[in-house]
């Protein structure tokens, strides 16, 4: 399975733990939801890494904004209810 995804600006807690919620829908059209506690760009180029592509991408996390302390289950119920 292969899934596209699309960050929101909303943080929400899962188990305890803070997560981005991003959107995504995979090779087939379904649509999902995505909860993502972390990202990280290595440290240390690697073969194959371009750095100036890697200093981007770290920048780009470091520039999401995200108001903390949102309830999952609220902002599935909000989505799922403007869906319809």
Request: charged share 25%; aromatic share 6%; net charge negative.
């Amino acid at each position: 399975m292969r899934l596209q995804i699309i960050p929101s600006e909303k943080i929400v807690k899962v188990n305890g733990t803070e997560c981005r919620l991003w959107y995504g829908v995979n090779e087939h059209g379904a649509k999902c939801f995505v909860f993502v506690a972390t990202v990280a760009v290595p440290d240390v180029l690697l073969p194959g890494m371009d750095e100036n592509a890697q200093e981007d991408f770290a920048r780009q996390l470091r520039e999401m904004p995200g108001p903390p302390g949102d309830e999952a289950i609220g902002v599935l119920h909000e989505l799922m209810r403007k869906a319809r």
